[in-house]
Structure formats: C-alpha cells, structure tokens
C-alpha cells in the first residue's frame, strides 16, 4: 500500500513555496520536465495545494469499451473517485483531449464530499457552471460539453500515468498554483523541502534589492559578493 499521507510541516513548508520556484529546484536536481502543460486553474484565486498524487488513466475511445454503459463497470471513474483517499490530488491523464469532458459537476461534488483536495488533467472538465458551484479546486484545460466516452476510455487507477506530457506515479507530491501543476518525485522530497526554502529565501531577499535599484548582472543569480552580503543581512 502506498502512503498517501504528508506530513504537516510539509504541506506547510510547500505552501509557501511557488510552484516556479518548485521548477527552478528541480532543474538543479536534473529534472527538467516536471511542470504538467494544460493545467490552468478554472478560477482565479484558488489556493496553493499541496498533496501526493492519485492516479487515473484514459486511453483512446474504443467503441466497444467507451460506453454510458461502462459508467457501472467495476472499473469505472465512478469506482476510482470512492477509493480516493482524503486530502489527495487526484491527477487523471486525459491524454491532452479537450473535445470530451472527464469529470462533470455529480463526479466532481462526490470528490468535494470526500474532501479530494483538488483535480489535476491535462484534458477538460464538463458542465462547468457545476464544476464550480462545488468548490472543488479544478487544474485542466477548459470545458467541453460531451462526455468522457465520445473520445477517451477509463482503464484504471492508482497506476503511473503521464499528465501534461510529465511521469507521474502514485504517492508523488503534486503542488498546485496560479502557474498550474508541478510534480515532485516522491524520493526526492527531501531534498526539494530543504533546497525550496533556501531558494524561496534568497529570492525574497534579492527582490527587495530589486526594489532598491540594484541591477540584476551578479545579483540574479548572485556572485559571491552579493551572496556574502545576503549571507550577512539575513544570518542565513
């Protein structure tokens, strides 16, 4: 079984952290391809999420698998949503498809009831105006009027999956924001927590020099007399 919980002092360390600066690290670490491409927040304001991942899978439509019938099939979105644990992000690879909508407002208030902390795709929702009248947070591409079967097939759950063009495996951190969906290996998390806060930290210090007049040549990134002196005023 996979741990689905995170710690505390995780999730609040996280929250604090922009998923840009979230890239930055990972880029240091080797990975480049960690931001989910389609994952726009479907309204303003929503706020940073941070939570392990739980996976859904689409393939094409085939005609004789995707059908209104294949809704009351054991392996169905239906028999995913209720083993989603509480306080996950439920991360669904719609394979890019923005011409059927995955989740409508029923799938998407069950998950709100089950306190899911948010939806994750690289594909689109349906019935929009619902979707948003039950306050589940939401990252996707937009909205489409017809149903996952006119152009996907459900096959399974809790399986590695590739959202956005980037490998995402179960029990992986998921951080959402404004700039969308980014992805941090579960091994790695660690590692990303330290390395985010020294990051975070530096980067507020260099934007007050910013608002100070300072030119950006050897401040951003800084040379090794600006990092003496951001090492001096903040005791870091």
């Known amino acids: 079984m996979i741990n689905m919980h995170l710690e505390p002092h995780v999730v609040d360390t996280l929250s604090k952290i922009s998923t840009a600066t979230l890239t930055t690290i990972l880029l240091k670490k080797g990975l480049r391809n960690v931001w989910m491409r389609g994952t726009k927040p479907i309204r303003a304001g929503q706020p940073r999420l941070v939570a392990r991942a739980f996976t859904l899978r689409f393939v094409p439509a085939r005609e004789d698998l995707a ?26 690879d719609s394979m890019g498809v923005t011409d059927a909508g995955i989740f409508g407002d029923i799938l998407c208030a069950r998950m709100a009831y089950k306190k899911v902390a948010a939806l994750v795709t690289d594909g689109v929702v349906r019935d929009m105006a619902g979707v948003l009248g039950t306050g589940l947070p939401v990252w996707c591409s937009g909205a489409a009027a017809p149903p996952s079967v006119a152009g996907l097939t459900f096959v399974d759950w809790q399986q590695p999956i590739g959202c956005g063009g980037v490998a995402v495996f179960p029990g992986d951190v998921v951080v959402v924001d404004d700039d969308g969906a ?30 100070k007049g300072h030119a950006l040549p050897g401040l951003y990134p800084p040379n090794a007399e600006n990092l003496a002196r951001y090492k001096a005023q903040t005791g870091q």
């Open 67 to 92: 059908t209104p019938e294949s809704w009351s099939s054991p392996k169905s979105t239906r028999a995913a949503i209720e083993d989603m644990p509480e306080g996950c992000i439920a991360v669904v």
């Open 182 to 211: 980014v992805l941090i290996p579960a091994a790695l998390l660690d590692d990303v927590l330290a390395a985010s806060v020294a990051q975070e930290n530096l980067e507020n210090w260099i934007m007050t020099q910013v608002q």
